[in-house]
């Protein structure tokens, strides 16, 4: 149980399974210390981008991101601001994002529950979330074996990888509402801040699954012209009862995953000659390092406050919940965000260990050595 582990850091070790969060038994926890006490290595930008007005940059235009042109008509009332504003927590809001089928609403709602949140100062709130989040007809989700190659599909190369990404960042904000309505129960334990970094990353996402959603349009297509896997939100499942598996498995491997891929694809649509398209995943993949560093800050506070080592336990999640770290790595991007190297790489890992096995052997050598000289002079 967290509540009763935070306690009892200092005095034993904790096996992995207590990091499962039960209900606490009272409410007078402490919030988690300020993480700079640690002397971790965090992303720079953090505190600016804690700090930063909110992005209302929904639109892609010719000079890159900018506002929303306004509708000369609106169509009916706006049910998205009614819906919002009669939430009373920033857990009842996600919930109702979860709840959301259509995923350009769902998009809008994100951003308007953040924007509410940061204008009004809601409590956190309790709220239970759902199962699963609401999905549209299409995309068919189907297994990862099934998804069409590019060439098979009745997609453009650029299309095929936009609408791959579209699907991401739709996930990407189910997945961040998630961490804030289901551990919404223990904001005594894990503090306002968490669910702020975690609201502000869902509307993150839900900006560039607009920016995905609009490109896709302007190439004649859209959300759900092909099939898709929900292997992101299985993930998500085998973590719906520990935080600190949550904090392992989605930013720090699957959003880490992003800052490996963004490169490669803007290089990709570049040669395809979408000129366009490769600036909108730059973008994407830049503000993506924002996302693993959140998850790095949280998953290294919440470990030194059970008394856990950050990188053993990283390892052992991952091996316990079978998750798999496969590269190539984008190292710039992982450092940047203050994700190490020995955590995920089994390359440095494996060189390590021959360093340290080296040297191992060579005092040994010299242990062997010297007790041969001495039996040598104890014969003579």
């Known amino acids: ?16 399974h207590s ?50 042109p306004p509708i000369s008509q609106p169509i009916g009332p706006n049910d998205e601001n ?22 350009l609403t769902k998009s809008r709602l994100s951003h308007l529950a953040y924007s509410r949140w940061r204008r009004d100062k809601l409590p956190i709130g309790v709220c239970e979330p759902p199962d699963r989040p609401a999905r549209p007809p299409k995309p068919q989700l189907v297994s990862p074996r099934e998804i069409p190659a590019p060439k098979n599909s009745d997609l ?3 299309a095929y990888m936009l609408h791959n990404l579209a699907h991401v960042e739709l996930n990407a904000i189910d997945l961040a509402w998630d961490t804030v309505v289901r551990f919404s129960p223990y904001s005594d334990v894990l503090g306002d801040m968490f669910f702020s970094d975690f609201a502000h990353v869902a509307d993150d996402e839900s900006r560039h699954f607009a920016w995905c959603s609009q490109r ?52 990709k649509l570049i040669g395809f000659g979408d000129i366009k398209t490769s600036k909108i995943v730059a973008k994407i993949a830049e503000e993506e ?12 506070d919440v470990c030194q406050q059970m008394g856990r080592a950050p990188c053993p336990t990283f390892r052992e999640l991952l091996k316990e919940y079978n998750v798999e770290v496969k590269g190539p790595f984008n190292y710039t991007s992982r450092q940047e965000a203050g994700l190490p190297r020995d955590w995920y790489d089994p390359l440095k890992e494996s060189k390590e260990d021959k360093e340290r096995l080296s040297k191992v052997h060579d005092r040994l050598a010299h242990i062997i050595s010297m007790e041969k000289e001495n039996s040598n002079l104890n014969k003579e």
């Open 19 to 68: 990091f499962k969060l039960n209900p606490p038994s009272c409410a007078c926890f402490s919030s988690l210390q300020p993480l700079q006490q640690h002397h971790h290595p965090l992303w720079s930008g953090l505190q600016n981008w804690r700090d930063s007005s909110l992005n209302h940059n929904r639109f892609w235009g010719r000079s890159g991101p900018e506002p929303k």
């Open 1 to 16: 149980m967290l509540s009763t582990s935070l306690r009892s850091a200092s005095l034993s070790p904790l096996p992995i």
């Open 289 to 300: 390092v924002a996302h693993v560093a959140v998850g790095v800050y949280w998953f290294v």
């Open 216 to 267: 896709l349009g302007e190439l004649g297509f859209s959300y759900g012209d092909m099939p898709a896997h929900n292997l992101l939100w299985r993930e998500c499942e085998k973590s719906s009862d520990d935080v600190v598996a949550r904090l392992a498995v989605i930013p720090l491997v699957q959003e880490a995953r992003g800052l490996d891929a963004g490169p490669r694809l803007v290089q």
């Open 82 to 103: 009614s819906q919002v504003d009669s939430a009373t927590s920033l857990a009842e809001m996600g919930a109702m994002v979860l709840s959301t089928t259509d995923p």
């Open 156 to 158: 453009p190369l650029n």
